[in-house]
């Protein structure tokens, strides 16, 4: 699971699970969240803090309740959005940020079914024995998303179970949410994807083979397998690639190489001053600015003379970026 760094917390695959093995004592109780949490954006974040801080005044156990698969798979198929993040590394983020135990439901038409009134008394209050619920302003919940917080503040009074209402994100006016994290990574502006996320947008996956037209242009790639649904638009991109533990500067190209009348997609990134010749392992590659569209040059040298260029823009950008670290770091001394 690259780049996600692995924090302890017991994850749970159905309410059965967690009432079999979760080891709750008497009168012990839990906060919860729901929600799908694709990306574990700045909303989400602020969500988690809350959620957090709430089970710490309460003495009781921060959980997180998401959904496997996404509802709108089941429910809306053809309008089922492309995932940020794969499941194991939603459930690694929502660690991360203080969740001691993720319960992932299985969206099945039953769950689908539930009136919100069945939503709260059989899996919040019931199985879950919450204690209260954080949840963020536009969360909906039961049968056609029937419930809103509104509803749920009357069910939490009738059950004692106290509700928080977080307020939305917002970024330069802009509400913080997966959709336009989505909508801003497949037009490429990776920059901006990256700060709704509060981090850069990322690829992750295994090296997959190349046809080695890289190295033939002395500008050798390594070839991702990405495991992300979602992927930026096509061209090229100054990254930072993550390598067995070590993090280089690259210039990476998304698309479908139509220099050489390539159409099967494919992302490759050149690591600056790296010279390894690498045919497995895992790779993470973190997105932080588009350098250009892809085009289809007269020839593999224009191709190169191009790329080339690219390198040199990536190396620039990298650099003010250091310079800018740097400087951030002088005047927080």
């Not at 839990?30 to 801080?53: K, P």
């Not at 309008?79 to 940020?97: F, G, K, S």
């Not at 947008?201 to 242009?217: D, H, N, S």
Request: aromatic share 6%; hydrophobic share 45%.
């Amino acid at each position: 699971m690259g780049g996600v760094a692995l924090t302890t917390v017991r994850v749970f695959r159905s309410c059965p699970e967690w009432e079999r093995e979760f080891p709750v004592a008497a009168g012990e109780r839990t906060a919860v969240t729901v929600g799908n949490f694709d990306g574990v954006h700045l909303g989400h974040q602020r969500i988690l803090q809350c959620l957090v801080e709430r089970a710490r005044g309460l003495a009781a156990t921060p959980v997180a309740v998401t959904f496997d698969p996404h509802p709108a798979r089941l429910l809306r198929p053809a309008e089922a959005p492309p995932l940020i993040l794969t499941l194991e590394q939603r459930i690694a983020r929502l660690a991360e940020l203080g969740c001691a135990a993720v319960v992932v439901l299985p969206f099945t038409r039953e769950l689908a079914q539930l009136a919100p009134e069945a939503f709260v008394h059989t899996i919040l209050a019931g199985c879950l024995r919450a204690r209260a619920v954080v949840v963020g302003a536009n969360f909906r919940f039961g049968h056609q998303q029937a419930g809103d917080v509104h509803r749920l503040r009357v069910l939490g009074q009738e059950l004692g179970l106290e509700v928080e209402v977080v307020p939305p994100v917002k970024l330069r006016g802009q509400t913080v949410s997966s959709t336009a994290i989505r909508a801003a990574v497949r037009a490429g502006r990776v920059s901006l994807a990256g700060r709704l996320l509060g981090r850069p947008f990322a690829l992750t996956g295994t090296i997959q083979p190349g046809t080695g037209q890289g190295r033939r242009l002395v500008v050798p790639t390594l070839n991702l397998q990405p495991e992300q649904e979602l992927l930026p638009a096509s061209g090229v991109y100054a990254t930072q690639t993550l390598l067995e533990g070590r993090a280089y500067w690259s210039a990476t190209n998304v698309g479908v190489r139509p220099t050489f009348d390539g159409h099967r997609l494919t992302v490759e990134s050149h690591l600056l001053d790296f010279t390894e010749e690498l045919r497995e392992g895992n790779l993470e590659v973190r997105f932080y600015s588009r350098l250009r569209d892809e085009q289809k040059f007269a020839s593999a040298a224009e191709l190169r003379a191009q790329v080339l260029r690219d390198i040199a823009r990536a190396r620039r950008f990298f650099l003010r970026l250091e310079r800018g670290a740097a400087l951030a770091r002088k005047y927080a001394s």
